[in-house]
């Protein structure tokens, strides 16, 4: 996902000014959240010890979390949102006093938004094995350190897991939603088939519930791009100086990814052939779309961990909603809640062959409900009046149907 959707004008309609890629002398090693850091909007819930699907085992786990609204007495109007890839809790708000970024669906969220924070209460929780404050490889382990190549293997399942555990603290019995686009919506359908009696509604988007060959040979670029900077250390990078982090992994990794994240047809009628400002590409310099990739790739390493990326994506890789549940036609088969299932028309990561194979299978979901973008992958974020307008609906036959 995407982690800006503005453009700097050089990029598309000149080929007069340059925009280099900007220096980072005073990045450090690691951009995770950290203890001491300013909180924002975060809360935090300790979770106790945890052992994991592949036999390993988390002696401590605590979530980062954010909320939104009031949960009512009976908490029946609790609605569960979770992020993508390199997003975190901070849905909606500004950035600033300890948040990054501004959140990352603002349109969607907040009072008289599709998710009308007037009405529903809304826990937006930062992934386990995530680098916002949530446990992860950037966190202490019992003896202090970061964990970093010690971290063990995550699974979705035991992300969902960690999260029903939280709905535990919170008091909530049943989530009147749970919604989350792209690896956020891989949590969603665990959710589902997890704990169907705990999921009323959901909503997946832009999402699958297998991963297949071609993504898993997507991510593993990506792993590879960052396990062989020489930076990376093998994971263990936290007690390097400032600026000696495997940045330049990660930013490839990053780079690979955004390819994805967009259209062919939207990176070639944006950029096509244009050289980046004044360079040259026939003396070494740059295409317009090169300086665009760079900088997002530079974009992240200044907010985001190298070993978190690797850790989530090994999480897509092994995604599959049918092991040990008889398959995923089964899986999906035995899903009780209401869905919402939708594909952007464009996408090439999680294509809407995908989509149609979850709609497909749950009973209780209708066809999918496809937008239409240029955009690719990321139009589940530009296309805000579309996946708007399917959520308000959503939510008012949910409403209905109680």
Not at 4 to 20: G, K, N
Not at 159 to 179: K, N
Request: glycine share 12%; aromatic share 8%; hydrophobic share 40%.
């Amino acid at each position: 996902m995407s982690d800006e959707l503005t453009f700097a004008p050089a990029w598309a309609s000149t080929r007069s000014s340059r925009v280099p890629v900007p220096q980072r002398p005073s990045v450090p090693a690691s951009t995770a959240w950290r203890p001491g850091d300013p909180v924002g909007r975060r809360q935090f819930a300790d979770l106790g010890p945890f052992a994991l699907e592949s036999g390993g085992r988390l002696p401590a786990v605590r979530l980062a979390y954010e909320t939104w609204g009031t949960l009512n007495e009976d908490a029946s109007n609790a609605v569960l949102v979770l992020h993508a890839l390199t997003g975190d809790s901070h849905v909606t708000g500004p950035a600033g006093d300890g948040h990054a970024t501004a959140g990352w669906w603002q349109s969607m969220v907040g009072p008289g938004a599709p998710i009308d924070t007037d009405e529903w209460f809304v826990v937006a929780p930062n992934v386990l094995g995530g680098c916002q404050g949530s446990t992860g490889p950037s966190s202490p382990a019992p003896d202090g350190r970061p964990w970093g190549s010690r971290f063990p293997h995550l699974t979705v399942r035991d992300q969902v897991a960690a999260e029903m555990r939280l709905a535990d603290l919170l008091g909530i019995d049943t989530w009147a939603l749970v919604i989350g686009a792209s690896l956020g919506g891989l949590r969603v359908l665990e959710w589902a088939a997890s704990e169907p009696q705990r999921v009323a509604a959901f909503a997946a988007i832009a999402t699958t519930a297998q991963t297949s060959g071609d993504q898993i040979a997507g991510f593993h670029t990506q792993l590879t791009a960052i396990s062989s900077d020489p930076r990376f250390r093998g994971g263990d990078y936290y007690d390097a100086e400032p600026g000696d982090g495997p940045h330049a992994g990660l930013a490839l990794a990053r780079q690979i990814a955004h390819q994805t994240y967009r259209s062919a047809f939207e990176l070639d009628q944006r950029f096509g052939r244009i050289p980046q400002g004044g360079e040259d590409p026939l003396e070494g310099g740059r295409f317009a779309v090169q300086s665009y990739l760079d900088h997002h790739g530079d974009k992240l390493t200044r907010r985001f961990d190298a070993n978190t990326y690797v850790t989530l994506t090994r999480t897509m890789i092994t995604h599959d909603l049918g092991r040990d549940r008889g398959g995923v036609e089964a899986a999906l088969a035995a899903v009780t809640a209401r869905g919402l299932v939708v594909a952007v028309d464009s996408d090439r990561l999680f294509p809407p062959a995908q989509s149609e194979r979850i709609a497909a299978a749950v009973p209780g979901a209708g066809p999918v409900r496809t937008i239409h973008s240029d955009y690719g992958h990321d139009g589940f974020l530009i296309e805000e009046d579309q996946v708007g307008a399917l959520v308000t609906e959503f939510l008012a036959e949910t409403v209905r149907s109680r």
